[in-house]
Antibody
């Protein structure tokens, strides 16, 4: 079955770029839509954006100007880059898949905690 | 963005109880609604999509209903493993948005 695993630095300094990777096993990233979702105690669950096999992306307008989500077919993983981070970007970050561009999120990774602090 | 509001924010219940929670959308979303269960320190787990379609492996004591702007998730007979937080999510318009959650506690 599909399994996802997020990885990346747990601590990022303010104004720097947060970079995370989601490794996919049990499926090819050429299938499905792949999303990043984050969760904070204050704002709850927030969809960040998704990427499809064609490379097409759709981002949350609230994050769009700072965000890049991409696929690496050779490594079978997806990546997230969020620039100019602030404390408000401190969250647990999840990757998840869906069958359509606007759909439920079927399989989730365990999540990775990212703290933005100097 | 479509706002999703869940109520109550928490409910106290006992094993064997019937528990019902509500999710309201700020505009009509047809049946494009999913429910998730989340336990502490874990990722959300999809319970059902399209308002009432149970995911494979999810016990039949979970039922979903509703369309338009009002939806309910019912647990017919609460089991110890059901103590968790439940979230709804709309899949009708970008960006997909989640409710604030209903915590089911003892």
């Amino acid at each position: 079955q599909v399994q996802l695993q997020e990885s990346g630095p747990g601590l990022v300094k303010p104004s720097e770029t947060l970079s995370l990777t989601c490794s996919v096993s049990g499926a090819s990233v050429s299938q499905y839509y792949w999303s990043w979702i984050r969760q904070t105690p204050g704002k709850g669950l927030e969809w960040i954006g998704h990427v499809y096999a064609s490379g097409s992306t759709n981002y949350n307008p609230s994050l769009k100007r700072r965000l890049t989500i991409s696929l690496d077919m050779s490594k079978n993983h997806l990546s997230l880059r969020l620039s100019s981070v602030t404390a408000a970007d401190t969250a647990v970050y999840y990757c998840a898949n869906s069958f359509g561009g606007l759909d439920a999120f079927h399989v989730w990774g365990p999540g990775t905690m990212v703290t933005v602090s100097s | 963005d479509i706002q999703m509001t869940q109520s109550p924010s928490s409910v106290s219940a006992s094993v064997g109880d019937r528990v019902t929670m509500t999710c309201r959308a700020s505009q009509g979303i047809s049946s494009w609604l999913a429910w998730y269960q989340q336990k502490p320190g874990k990722a959300p787990k999809l319970l059902m999509s399209a308002a009432s379609n149970l995911e494979s492996g999810v016990p039949a004591r979970f039922t979903g209903s509703g369309s338009g702007t009002e939806f309910t998730l019912t647990i017919s007979s609460l089991q110890p493993e059901d103590f968790a937080t439940y979230y709804c999510q709309q899949a009708n318009g970008f960006p997909p948005t989640f409710g604030g959650g209903t915590k089911v506690e003892i």
